[in-house]
């Protein structure tokens, strides 16, 4: 990462005084990210693959339905929410030009690794109402933020369900919100922001592009202080209400497949998968997301065969279901993808 983020924010700025990527580089993140697929075949192999498909081939066909249905309303509430950053940030950004810009980083997503599709907003941001990609990339980093805020709530939720304890379980629900806001509000003090950026400046270019005054972070950090109460109110509550479709959506999966799980169990599964998907070490989640689909949902009697077809089926329908949608969008909104793949070179590390 020594020259990703002076790197990135040249090539969304239109500049191309990037340094060349070292092939050495390349074939270790590829090296990482096949881990999981790895990890992938090695579930294949241990367990009872007949099983799963015929779990899969049983499966209910209308709960499923359903749960790509609402991909549509699940993806609206989180384009709303972008608008309302943006518009924080003075930057209107039409409802249509957005949905299909959001929708369009699914179907790029799906096709690259390492979130690169969160970038194709950024481009259409930048390129569409003249900013510059710092503060269109900003915006895109502050949305994701409160996805991120989302899953750590939930992942540790999950992890305290483990416990059987309830003073244990209180007590670590308190420290693990205090772990999860104090960074978050030390991050909007300026005090605290302040002696940072004077301990960046030691890390010369780099620190420059991260925490000077037009550096990343500190436009990401700009964009969460302009929203005001009401605006950040309401991207709270878009958030909660966007994540309780999608794990509304991820239990309607397990209804299909009968799995004999309550609706906190498969949200709390769902939520640590997504979280260690976040991880560069797969490509889509493949093998990581399933292994840690089975070892939860194991804890609460679902059998390995049973967790691996739900957690397919999550693949499916949210990937490939909203990678389709998201072609769609594609089409009707593309962004430059010979710049996307200059992107992906310069975000390794």
Not at 16 to 24: C, E, L, N, T
Not at 200 to 226: D, I, K
Not at 289 to 295: D, F, K, T, Y
């Amino acid at each position: 990462m020594r020259h990703g983020a002076m790197q990135l924010q040249n090539r969304l700025a239109g500049t191309d005084s990037a340094v060349p990527v070292q092939p050495r580089s390349q074939g270790w993140t590829w090296a990482m990210r096949l881990f999981g697929l790895a990890l992938l075949a090695f579930l294949l192999l241990r367990l009872d693959l007949r099983q799963v498909a015929a779990l899969l081939r049983q499966a209910d066909p209308l709960p499923v339905l359903l749960a790509l249905a609402l991909i549509v309303p699940l993806i609206w509430l989180k384009t709303v929410r972008w608008q309302i950053i943006l518009a924080a940030q003075g930057i209107r950004y039409g409802g249509r030009s957005a949905l299909l810009a959001y929708f369009g980083s699914l179907f790029v997503g799906f096709l690259t690794p390492g979130r690169l599709g969160e970038f194709v907003k950024a481009f259409h941001v930048q390129r569409e109402c003249g900013v510059s990609g710092a503060l269109a990339f900003a915006g895109v980093l502050a949305d994701r933020l409160f996805d991120l805020l989302a899953l750590l709530v939930t992942g540790a939720l999950a992890l305290l369900a483990l416990s059987s304890l309830a003073a244990t379980d209180a007590l670590g629900l308190a420290a693990a919100l205090v772990l999860l806001v104090v960074p978050f509000l030390l991050f909007l003090n300026p005090a605290v922001y302040g002696w940072v950026q004077r301990r960046a400046q030691r890390w010369r270019r780099f620190g420059e592009r991260l925490f000077g005054a037009q550096g990343w972070l500190t436009e990401v950090r700009h964009s969460l202080r302009r929203l005001s109460p009401l605006a950040l109110t309401a991207s709270l509550l878009l958030t909660a209400l966007a994540y309780g479709v999608y794990y509304g959506q991820c239990y309607l999966l397990a209804l299909a497949l009968g799995l004999p799980a309550s609706f906190l169990t498969v949200t709390y599964a769902v939520a640590l998968g997504s979280l260690i998907t976040l991880l560069p070490i797969s490509i889509s989640g493949l093998g990581t997301r399933e292994a840690v689909m089975i070892a939860y949902l194991g804890a609460a009697g679902v059998t390995s065969e049973a967790a691996l077809g739900f957690s397919l089926l999550v693949f499916f329908t949210f990937y490939l279901g909203g990678g389709l949608i998201g072609l769609v969008a594609w089409l009707l909104k593309p962004a430059p993808w010979s710049q996307l793949r200059r992107t992906q070179a310069m975000r390794e590390p």
